[in-house]
Protein backbone atom coordinates (compact mmCIF):
# COMPACT_ATOMS: atom_id res chain seq x y z
CA UNK A 1 0.00 0.00 0.00
CA UNK A 2 1.45 3.43 -1.24
CA UNK A 3 1.18 6.29 1.34
CA UNK A 4 -0.86 8.90 -0.51
CA UNK A 5 -0.03 12.92 0.57
CA UNK A 6 -3.22 14.35 3.12
CA UNK A 7 -4.81 17.57 2.39
CA UNK A 8 -4.46 20.16 4.66
CA UNK A 9 -8.07 20.64 5.39
CA UNK A 10 -10.84 18.05 4.38
CA UNK A 11 -11.58 17.68 0.79
CA UNK A 12 -15.04 18.27 -0.40
CA UNK A 13 -16.19 16.50 -3.67
CA UNK A 14 -19.33 16.31 -5.40
CA UNK A 15 -19.94 13.48 -8.39
CA UNK A 16 -22.18 14.93 -10.56
CA UNK A 17 -23.76 14.27 -13.82
CA UNK A 18 -27.09 14.66 -15.01
CA UNK A 19 -26.83 11.96 -16.54
CA UNK A 20 -27.71 8.36 -14.92
CA UNK A 21 -25.71 5.17 -15.72
CA UNK A 22 -22.40 7.31 -16.18
CA UNK A 23 -20.54 5.73 -12.87
CA UNK A 24 -21.46 8.54 -10.35
CA UNK A 25 -21.79 5.79 -7.65
CA UNK A 26 -19.41 3.76 -8.92
CA UNK A 27 -16.73 6.00 -9.13
CA UNK A 28 -17.61 7.46 -5.57
CA UNK A 29 -17.85 4.08 -3.81
CA UNK A 30 -14.50 3.19 -5.42
CA UNK A 31 -12.39 6.25 -4.86
CA UNK A 32 -13.79 6.30 -0.75
CA UNK A 33 -12.34 2.82 -1.08
CA UNK A 34 -9.16 3.32 -2.29
CA UNK A 35 -8.45 6.55 -0.58
CA UNK A 36 -9.07 4.94 3.00
CA UNK A 37 -7.47 1.80 2.13
CA UNK A 38 -3.92 4.41 1.41
CA UNK A 39 -4.65 5.47 5.15
CA UNK A 40 -6.99 8.59 4.94
CA UNK A 41 -10.35 8.91 6.87
CA UNK A 42 -13.38 9.38 3.80
CA UNK A 43 -17.09 9.81 4.18
CA UNK A 44 -19.35 9.28 1.69
CA UNK A 45 -22.92 10.95 1.64
CA UNK A 46 -25.42 9.04 -0.29
CA UNK A 47 -27.67 11.98 -1.66
CA UNK A 48 -29.13 9.35 -3.89
CA UNK A 49 -32.74 7.86 -2.77
CA UNK A 50 -31.57 4.70 -4.90
CA UNK A 51 -28.95 4.44 -1.86
CA UNK A 52 -26.71 2.75 -4.34
CA UNK A 53 -23.52 3.95 -2.85
CA UNK A 54 -24.86 2.48 0.99
CA UNK A 55 -25.51 -1.16 -0.64
CA UNK A 56 -21.94 -0.80 -2.24
CA UNK A 57 -19.85 0.13 0.78
CA UNK A 58 -22.04 -2.52 2.80
CA UNK A 59 -23.72 0.09 5.22
CA UNK A 60 -27.02 -0.45 6.84
CA UNK A 61 -29.63 1.21 4.68
CA UNK A 62 -33.83 -0.19 5.37
CA UNK A 63 -36.24 2.07 5.42
CA UNK A 64 -36.48 2.20 9.37
CA UNK A 65 -32.48 2.92 9.38
CA UNK A 66 -31.65 7.01 9.86
CA UNK A 67 -30.55 8.49 7.17
CA UNK A 68 -29.37 11.61 5.01
CA UNK A 69 -32.75 12.43 5.04
CA UNK A 70 -33.10 12.65 8.93
CA UNK A 71 -29.90 14.97 8.47
CA UNK A 72 -31.90 17.54 5.73
CA UNK A 73 -35.14 17.39 6.61
CA UNK A 74 -34.94 16.79 10.40
CA UNK A 75 -31.75 18.48 11.30
CA UNK A 76 -30.61 15.16 12.81
CA UNK A 77 -26.57 15.51 13.29
CA UNK A 78 -24.55 13.69 10.66
CA UNK A 79 -22.60 11.94 13.99
CA UNK A 80 -26.04 10.55 15.17
CA UNK A 81 -26.44 8.93 11.22
CA UNK A 82 -22.78 8.10 10.42
CA UNK A 83 -22.24 4.65 9.62
CA UNK A 84 -18.46 2.42 9.53
CA UNK A 85 -17.88 1.12 6.48
CA UNK A 86 -16.68 -2.39 6.79
CA UNK A 87 -14.79 -2.39 3.63
CA UNK A 88 -12.01 -0.16 4.97
CA UNK A 89 -10.62 1.46 8.54
CA UNK A 90 -11.52 5.03 8.15
CA UNK A 91 -14.07 4.61 5.69
CA UNK A 92 -17.74 6.05 7.05
CA UNK A 93 -20.70 6.83 4.99
CA UNK A 94 -24.16 8.53 5.95
CA UNK A 95 -26.83 6.32 4.12
CA UNK A 96 -29.75 7.41 1.87
CA UNK A 97 -32.68 5.45 2.60
CA UNK A 98 -35.99 5.43 0.57
CA UNK A 99 -37.42 8.17 2.62
CA UNK A 100 -35.11 10.39 0.35
CA UNK A 101 -37.06 10.28 -2.21
CA UNK A 102 -39.66 12.85 -0.90
CA UNK A 103 -36.88 14.62 0.26
CA UNK A 104 -36.92 16.94 -3.05
CA UNK A 105 -40.40 18.16 -2.08
CA UNK A 106 -40.41 18.45 1.85
CA UNK A 107 -37.33 20.67 1.07
CA UNK A 108 -39.29 23.16 -0.98
CA UNK A 109 -40.69 24.69 2.17
CA UNK A 110 -37.94 24.62 4.32
CA UNK A 111 -35.94 27.71 5.46
CA UNK A 112 -32.14 27.51 4.22
CA UNK A 113 -33.04 24.62 1.84
CA UNK A 114 -30.16 25.31 -0.22
CA UNK A 115 -28.17 25.05 2.75
CA UNK A 116 -29.03 22.33 4.69
CA UNK A 117 -26.36 19.61 3.73
CA UNK A 118 -24.07 22.37 4.17
CA UNK A 119 -24.78 23.46 7.55
CA UNK A 120 -24.92 20.09 8.97
CA UNK A 121 -22.02 18.61 7.08
CA UNK A 122 -19.43 21.79 8.50
CA UNK A 123 -21.06 21.01 12.31
CA UNK A 124 -19.69 17.27 12.08
CA UNK A 125 -16.42 18.59 10.58
CA UNK A 126 -16.14 21.20 13.48
CA UNK A 127 -16.71 18.34 16.01
CA UNK A 128 -14.97 15.49 14.02
CA UNK A 129 -11.26 17.27 12.37
CA UNK A 130 -9.85 14.00 11.55
CA UNK A 131 -11.62 13.61 7.82
CA UNK A 132 -9.70 14.05 4.65
CA UNK A 133 -11.66 13.65 1.72
CA UNK A 134 -15.48 13.73 1.67
CA UNK A 135 -17.33 12.59 -1.52
CA UNK A 136 -21.35 13.26 -2.08
CA UNK A 137 -22.84 10.93 -4.26
CA UNK A 138 -25.55 13.07 -6.18
CA UNK A 139 -28.56 11.80 -7.76
CA UNK A 140 -29.18 11.91 -11.82
CA UNK A 141 -31.10 15.38 -11.44
CA UNK A 142 -30.42 19.20 -10.90
CA UNK A 143 -32.75 19.27 -8.03
CA UNK A 144 -32.59 20.52 -4.70
CA UNK A 145 -30.67 17.28 -3.40
CA UNK A 146 -28.09 17.84 -6.03
CA UNK A 147 -28.28 21.69 -5.50
CA UNK A 148 -27.37 21.24 -1.85
CA UNK A 149 -24.42 18.74 -2.51
CA UNK A 150 -23.27 21.39 -5.14
CA UNK A 151 -23.47 24.13 -1.82
CA UNK A 152 -22.04 21.57 0.32
CA UNK A 153 -18.88 21.25 -1.76
CA UNK A 154 -15.85 22.99 -2.59
CA UNK A 155 -14.62 20.45 -5.07
CA UNK A 156 -17.00 18.96 -8.75
CA UNK A 157 -15.55 15.94 -9.75
CA UNK A 158 -17.72 14.86 -12.96
CA UNK A 159 -17.36 11.30 -14.24
CA UNK A 160 -17.71 10.89 -18.27
CA UNK A 161 -18.82 8.14 -20.05
CA UNK A 162 -16.59 7.62 -23.09
CA UNK A 163 -19.26 7.28 -25.53
CA UNK A 164 -21.00 9.31 -28.24
CA UNK A 165 -23.70 11.30 -26.47
CA UNK A 166 -20.87 12.32 -23.45
CA UNK A 167 -20.30 15.98 -24.35
CA UNK A 168 -24.11 16.35 -24.56
CA UNK A 169 -25.52 18.10 -21.34
CA UNK A 170 -21.96 18.73 -20.74
CA UNK A 171 -22.54 22.50 -20.84
CA UNK A 172 -25.82 23.08 -19.46
CA UNK A 173 -23.76 20.86 -16.30
CA UNK A 174 -21.27 23.13 -16.37
CA UNK A 175 -24.15 26.52 -16.43
CA UNK A 176 -25.50 25.11 -14.10
CA UNK A 177 -22.52 24.69 -11.75
CA UNK A 178 -21.93 28.19 -12.91
CA UNK A 179 -25.13 29.51 -11.56
CA UNK A 180 -24.56 27.88 -8.30
CA UNK A 181 -21.02 29.24 -7.85
CA UNK A 182 -22.28 32.85 -8.64
CA UNK A 183 -25.43 32.96 -6.48
CA UNK A 184 -25.06 30.37 -3.98
CA UNK A 185 -21.14 28.90 -3.36
CA UNK A 186 -18.43 31.02 -4.63
CA UNK A 187 -15.74 28.72 -3.52
CA UNK A 188 -17.25 25.37 -6.15
CA UNK A 189 -15.02 24.52 -9.13
CA UNK A 190 -14.63 21.76 -11.29
CA UNK A 191 -11.49 20.40 -10.15
CA UNK A 192 -11.47 17.18 -11.72
CA UNK A 193 -13.15 14.98 -14.44
CA UNK A 194 -12.60 10.95 -15.21
CA UNK A 195 -13.22 9.43 -18.25
CA UNK A 196 -14.89 6.33 -17.15
CA UNK A 197 -16.43 2.71 -18.82
CA UNK A 198 -13.14 3.37 -21.38
CA UNK A 199 -12.95 0.60 -24.10
CA UNK A 200 -9.13 1.07 -25.42
CA UNK A 201 -10.83 -1.24 -28.84
CA UNK A 202 -13.18 1.04 -30.50
CA UNK A 203 -12.09 4.09 -32.19
CA UNK A 204 -14.60 6.08 -30.49
CA UNK A 205 -14.14 5.81 -27.22
CA UNK A 206 -10.49 7.33 -28.11
CA UNK A 207 -11.84 10.11 -29.95
CA UNK A 208 -14.55 11.42 -27.12
CA UNK A 209 -11.00 10.63 -24.54
CA UNK A 210 -9.42 13.08 -26.85
CA UNK A 211 -12.21 15.59 -27.14
CA UNK A 212 -12.61 15.84 -23.32
CA UNK A 213 -9.31 16.17 -22.95
CA UNK A 214 -8.27 19.04 -25.44
CA UNK A 215 -11.80 20.72 -23.58
CA UNK A 216 -10.60 20.15 -20.27
CA UNK A 217 -6.61 19.86 -20.03
CA UNK A 218 -6.24 20.31 -16.36
CA UNK A 219 -9.36 19.24 -15.45
CA UNK A 220 -8.86 15.09 -16.55
CA UNK A 221 -7.04 12.86 -14.90
CA UNK A 222 -4.53 10.80 -16.72
CA UNK A 223 -5.94 7.68 -15.62
CA UNK A 224 -9.01 6.00 -17.56
CA UNK A 225 -11.24 3.50 -15.80
CA UNK A 226 -12.07 0.67 -18.53
CA UNK A 227 -15.21 -0.80 -18.60
CA UNK A 228 -14.66 -4.65 -16.36
CA UNK A 229 -17.13 -6.68 -15.41
CA UNK A 230 -15.15 -6.89 -12.19
CA UNK A 231 -16.34 -3.13 -11.28
CA UNK A 232 -19.62 -4.03 -12.25
CA UNK A 233 -20.15 -7.57 -9.75
CA UNK A 234 -18.71 -5.63 -6.81
CA UNK A 235 -21.80 -4.15 -5.58
CA UNK A 236 -23.72 -7.12 -5.13
CA UNK A 237 -21.18 -8.49 -2.66
CA UNK A 238 -21.69 -5.18 -1.13
CA UNK A 239 -18.13 -4.26 -1.86
CA UNK A 240 -15.86 -1.62 -3.90
CA UNK A 241 -13.81 -3.32 -6.52
CA UNK A 242 -10.81 -2.08 -4.36
CA UNK A 243 -11.74 -5.15 -1.67
CA UNK A 244 -13.44 -7.54 -3.77
CA UNK A 245 -10.89 -7.90 -6.57
CA UNK A 246 -7.85 -5.89 -5.51
CA UNK A 247 -5.54 -6.51 -8.34
CA UNK A 248 -7.85 -6.72 -11.31
CA UNK A 249 -7.52 -3.83 -14.27
CA UNK A 250 -10.84 -2.07 -12.63
CA UNK A 251 -9.72 -1.53 -9.33
CA UNK A 252 -5.80 -0.37 -9.98
CA UNK A 253 -7.67 2.02 -12.03
CA UNK A 254 -9.56 3.48 -9.17
CA UNK A 255 -6.74 3.22 -7.01
CA UNK A 256 -4.44 4.85 -9.40
CA UNK A 257 -7.02 7.57 -10.11
CA UNK A 258 -7.50 8.25 -6.34
CA UNK A 259 -3.51 8.68 -6.07
CA UNK A 260 -3.54 11.09 -8.78
CA UNK A 261 -6.42 12.85 -7.14
CA UNK A 262 -4.32 13.31 -3.72
CA UNK A 263 -1.07 14.08 -5.54
CA UNK A 264 -2.73 17.16 -6.99
CA UNK A 265 -4.05 18.20 -4.01
CA UNK A 266 -6.88 20.65 -3.81
CA UNK A 267 -7.18 23.89 -6.16
CA UNK A 268 -5.79 27.21 -5.36
P1 LIG B 1 -24.62 6.43 -11.92
O1 LIG B 1 -24.39 6.51 -10.44
O2 LIG B 1 -24.03 7.58 -12.67
O3 LIG B 1 -26.06 6.22 -12.26
P2 LIG B 1 -23.36 3.84 -11.73
O4 LIG B 1 -22.08 4.08 -11.04
O5 LIG B 1 -24.47 3.27 -10.91
O6 LIG B 1 -23.84 5.15 -12.48
O7 LIG B 1 -23.05 2.89 -12.98
C1 LIG B 1 -24.09 2.46 -13.85
C2 LIG B 1 -23.90 0.98 -14.17
O8 LIG B 1 -22.69 0.78 -14.85
C3 LIG B 1 -23.82 0.12 -12.92
O9 LIG B 1 -24.46 -1.11 -13.19
C4 LIG B 1 -22.33 -0.10 -12.72
O10 LIG B 1 -22.04 -1.30 -12.06
C5 LIG B 1 -21.83 -0.10 -14.15
N1 LIG B 1 -20.46 0.39 -14.26
C6 LIG B 1 -19.96 1.56 -13.77
N2 LIG B 1 -18.67 1.72 -14.10
C7 LIG B 1 -18.32 0.61 -14.83
C8 LIG B 1 -17.12 0.17 -15.46
N3 LIG B 1 -16.00 0.90 -15.43
N4 LIG B 1 -17.15 -1.00 -16.13
C9 LIG B 1 -18.29 -1.75 -16.17
N5 LIG B 1 -19.44 -1.39 -15.60
C10 LIG B 1 -19.47 -0.23 -14.94
MG1 LIG C 1 -25.76 6.60 -8.86
Do not use: W
Not at 7 to 32: C, D, H, M, S
Not at 155 to 174: D, T
Not at 176 to 202: C, G, K
Request: charged share 20%.
Amino acid sequence: ITTLPKPNETRIFTIANQKGGVGKTTTTVNLAAALARSGAKVLVIDLDPQGNASTALGVEHRADTVSVYDVIVNDSPMKEVVQRSPEFDGLYCIPATIHLAGAEIELVSLVAREQRLRTALNAYLAEDAGYDYVFIDCPPSLGLLTINAFVAAREVLIPIQCEYYALEGLSQLLRNIELIERHLNPRLQVSTILLTMYDSRTNLANQVAQDVRDHFPRETLTTLIPRSVRISEAPSYGQSVISYDTNSPGSLSYLEAAAEIARRGAPA
